[in-house]
Structures are given as C-alpha cells and as structure tokens.
C-alpha cells in the first residue's frame, strides 16, 4: 500500500526503536575524528540502549560572531550565530555537519548538544565599534535557528537585535519558531527604520509530516501566525518555501504561497533539497524508517535533480536543483508566486544611518 504525507500514521511506519521528537534517528561518525564510537546499525548491537536523552546545553566562549559569507547563492554577505546546533531537529538541515568542528556528531549530537555562545552580544559590538566595518545587512540563522528552544532560556537574539536597534544596524531573520512574537516591540522599533526584514520557513501545511520531519519546531498554523503578526505590526515578513522535496512536500506549493500571502506575506524565497555530508545518511536513515513505501522514489527524485547525485556543490545550481523536476518545481513556484502577489514590493535596507553610540552622542 502506497502512504502519503497525508494520510501517513506515526503507528504504521515507526518501530518501538524510533525516536519521537528528534529528527536524526542515530549519530553518523565525524570525520575530523580519528577515534569515536557510533552505533550506526542498530540490528547489530543488543546491549547498547538507545536513550532519547534530554538536551544539553553547552556555553562556551566564541572568539568571533559575525561571520564573512563567501557563497555567492545564498543571499547574505554576513552572518550571525548566538547557537551552534539546533533542538528544532530537522532532519534535511545542512548546518548539521558544521557541528563536526565542534566535535560532536551531524545527527542527534547536533540536535541534543546545543552550543550557546554566551558572548555573543559583546563580540556583536565590538565588531560593529570597529572603524573598518562597512555597514552590510548581517543575517540572524545563517546556520542555526535563532529562535530555537535555548532562546527561551538564554535570550541572546533579543540582546543581539537591542545592539542592532543601538547602532542602527540592518539585520535578516528566518526562523520557524514563533518564540519570535516575544520580540514584536524591538522588531517593529527596527522596521520604522528599514533595518529589518524576516523570513518565516513553511515546508508543510501537514501537521503529521512536519511532526517528524521538523519535530521541535512550531506547528505550520504557528508559522502563518507569524506571519500575520508581524505583517500586522508592520514588519516586512516573507515566507520560505525550503526545502522543497520532490514526492514529498512539493505539491503543497501553491498551498503555503496562498496560506502565506493571505496572512500578509510580502515576499517569498525557495530552496530544493541538498544532502550534503552527513546530511545524506541521515535522510536516508530517516526515510526507510518514516515513509518506507515512498523512499525510493523521493530519493530518486532528488538524484535526477542534481546531475544523479543527491548534493550539488556547483554554486548557482546546487540551491534549486536542475533537470526536469527541478524546473517543474521552479515554474510552479513562479506562477502562483505571481498569482498572490508576492516579491512585487521593493525593499532596501537603510544602510546610511548607521551610528556608533559615542557618534550618536555628538548629535545632540
């Protein structure tokens, strides 16, 4: 019998074994180690138990916050991290494999071992006070989302936008977790500036996909509240259809876009599905065990979209995939982004009123 993403049950697919409320199903090896245990078939071991083990968060120090981006295809020059790993526990993420540097595993390591740079907020302005910083948008999530549960307990984005309000400082914001809602009063102090533009993800309208694809992040309903909220308080907001996966959430296009524009949406972006690194295993760990009917045919569909390979490194392709099925995703996505009105305004930061505090003072 062959299951949707609609009509798909947690009972019918998902073992005793399996983990609810993590994406990653187990941890794959770090390459940057020479010696490390991994259980990566779990048919094969008896005496290992396989806990779903509380998350840990791990402050530490970081040397730098603002980070160059060298990619040409990703539509930020800077980038900002107050936490490195992410408790939402999608299972497509890309970020995952940057927690290797960190030691730790692409798989649930990076979604149970939550760096928190406690320092985030000096470091922020101490680059900023620098005389050589050309004032560029910075974007928040580049990695990691930056209203992930550890927010709620360490609340470093609300102390990077309060310095970014301070110095007049242009910043981007995409998120998937409504926890953002708490920050309507800086945001909207930054949006009558120009200063501030965020976009919302959306992958699913289907509460049961999202529910193991994305397991600790707001509910799709959520999202559209945000969207609404912001858009209402008069915060440019977006929505980013990504990633797309073909045979899986690509049909729900014109769904998202209209749910999206209805609540207020500006404007709108899209990726399609990479998995690169880690990030291949995993997905195809998760797929035999989530949707074991329709495994083969989206990851075939993900291959013939990226020159027969399920990663695509070649910039200015990689990020929408090409070939039949790609171009079908990207017409679609044109069409009813034109039939709701998105991606008609024009936005530009304010990057002319930047201020330093001590030149502020010399306003006056």
């Not at 995952?96 to 470091?123: C, M």
């Not at 509240?225 to 729900?252: C, F, Q, W, Y």
Request: aromatic share 10%; charged share 25%; net charge positive.
């Amino acid at each position: 019998m062959q299951h949707s993403a609609s009509d798909h049950s947690d009972d019918e697919n998902q073992g005793a074994g399996y983990l609810f409320g993590r994406g990653a199903q187990m941890n794959t090896s770090n390459r940057f180690l020479k010696d490390e245990y991994t259980r990566e078939n779990v048919e094969a071991i008896d005496d290992w138990s396989r806990e779903n083990t509380p998350t840990q968060y791990i402050e530490q120090l970081a040397k730098s916050i603002v980070n160059k981006v060298s990619s040409p295809d990703v539509g930020m020059t800077y980038s900002m991290n107050a936490y490195a790993g992410c408790e939402h526990g999608c299972i497509y993420c890309y970020a995952r494999n940057v927690h290797e540097y960190w030691g730790f595993s692409a798989g649930l390591d990076f979604e149970r071992k939550i760096i928190v740079k406690t320092n985030a907020p000096q470091l922020l302005r101490k680059q900023l006070m620098q005389p050589q910083w050309q004032v560029q948008p910075i974007m928040m999530s580049g990695n990691t989302d930056c209203y992930q549960p550890a927010e709620q307990r360490f609340r470093l984005t609300r102390r990077l936008l309060e310095i970014c309000n301070e110095f007049n400082q242009p910043v981007g914001i995409i998120t998937k977790n409504a926890w953002i809602i708490k920050d309507l009063d800086i945001l909207q102090k930054l949006a009558k500036k120009n200063l501030v533009s965020v976009l919302v993800s959306v992958t699913s309208l289907n509460e049961k996909l999202r529910a193991v694809m994305e397991p600790r992040t707001s509910t799709a309903k959520q999202r559209i509240r945000i969207i609404e909220t912001l858009s209402k308080a008069g915060i440019r907001t977006g929505v980013m259809l990504g990633p797309v996966i073909p045979a899986l959430n690509d049909h729900e296009i014109p769904r998202i876009m209209k749910a999206a524009a209805d609540a207020g949406a500006a404007f709108s972006a899209y990726t399609f599905i990479r998995l690169n690194g880690a990030v291949k295993r995993l997905f195809f760990d998760w797929l035999q065990k989530v949707f074991p009917d329709k495994a083969d045919k989206i990851w075939h569909s993900i291959e013939q979209s990226h020159d027969g390979k399920v990663n695509d490194s070649r910039w200015g392709i990689r990020m929408h995939g090409e070939g039949p099925i790609a171009e079908m995703i990207k017409q679609q996505y044109k069409k009813f982004g034109t039939m709701y009105h998105l991606n008609e305004d024009h936005f530009d930061y304010d990057t002319t009123i930047f201020r330093k505090p001590a030149e502020q003072g010399k306003l006056f």
